[in-house]
């Protein structure tokens, strides 16, 4: 099946770590995506990528960081730089104008 | 800047209702406008793509449409069911390439048996 995978569901860490969340996609997309959403609020854009080796920071990218190595593969990393990190992470990809979701991280940050 | 907003932020309806959920953006120079769905704690489902050039889109019980001149879209849900609850978000592309994408905060939906 075609689709997006993100891992893990839920993460857990301690303030002042950095943690990496996963995305990988089987869709062949080249856009890839990673976006923030926090309780009453729209999706933020965090990063995103139009080719391998190539990404742009979107509107909230301070304490984060990406990488592109592989067509399928848009690892975010959460940085202890980050002042808010807990949230829900939700990772998207695109062919075109329309966008397709992952089933998103949940990080708590303690 | 352009700015996406929903109202009602939440609503409640008995099976079977019509509703029409709004989306309203201040800057009408959008590509697109695409509505999801997303249940707690899961990702977001693709319902309704339109583009800049249609008006409206359909599929199944869902009806889109589009008004680029007064910054507004609505959802309309017919015979609406309990499995249509979840919140329903709308999202307008800047630009023909999909890179930057502006969220409204969603509509909280309840369809109660």
């Known amino acids: 099946d075609g689709g997006i995978t993100q891992s893990p569901k839920y993460l857990f860490r301690k303030e002042g770590q950095n943690v990496t969340l996963s995305c990988e996609q089987n869709?062949?997309?080249?856009?890839m995506y990673w976006y923030r959403q926090d309780p009453g609020q729209g999706l933020r854009l965090i990063y995103y990528?139009?080719?391998?080796?190539?990404?742009q920071k979107g509107d909230i990218a301070e304490g984060y960081s990406v990488s592109r190595e592989k067509k399928e593969s848009f690892p975010l990393t959460v940085t202890s730089a980050q002042k808010n990190p807990t949230a829900f992470y939700l990772c998207?990809?695109?062919?075109?104008?329309?966008?397709?979701f992952g089933p998103g991280t949940r990080l708590t940050v303690t | 800047k352009q700015e996406v907003t929903q109202i009602p932020a939440a609503l409640s309806v008995p099976e079977g209702e019509n509703l029409v959920l709004n989306c309203s953006f201040t800057?009408?120079?959008?590509?697109?406008l695409q509505w999801f769905r997303q249940d707690p704690g899961k990702g977001l489902t693709s319902l309704l793509l339109?583009?800049?050039?249609?008006r409206e889109q359909t599929s199944g019980r869902l009806n889109a449409s589009l008004d680029k001149s007064s910054g507004r879209s609505t959802l309309y849900i017919a015979a609406s069911q309990p499995g249509d609850s979840a919140t329903y978000l709308c999202?307008?592309?800047?630009?023909?390439?999909?890179?930057?994408?502006?969220f409204g905060p969603g509509t909280r939906l309840s369809v109660l048996p």
């Open positions: 998207a990809s695109s062919r075109g104008v329309e966008q397709y």
């Open positions: 869709l062949n997309h080249d856009a």
């Open positions: 990528s139009q080719i391998v080796n190539d990404f």
């Open positions: 800057d009408s120079a959008i590509y697109n």
């Open positions: 339109i583009q800049s050039s249609q």
């Open positions: 999202a307008v592309y800047r630009d023909n390439y999909g890179q930057n994408f502006v």
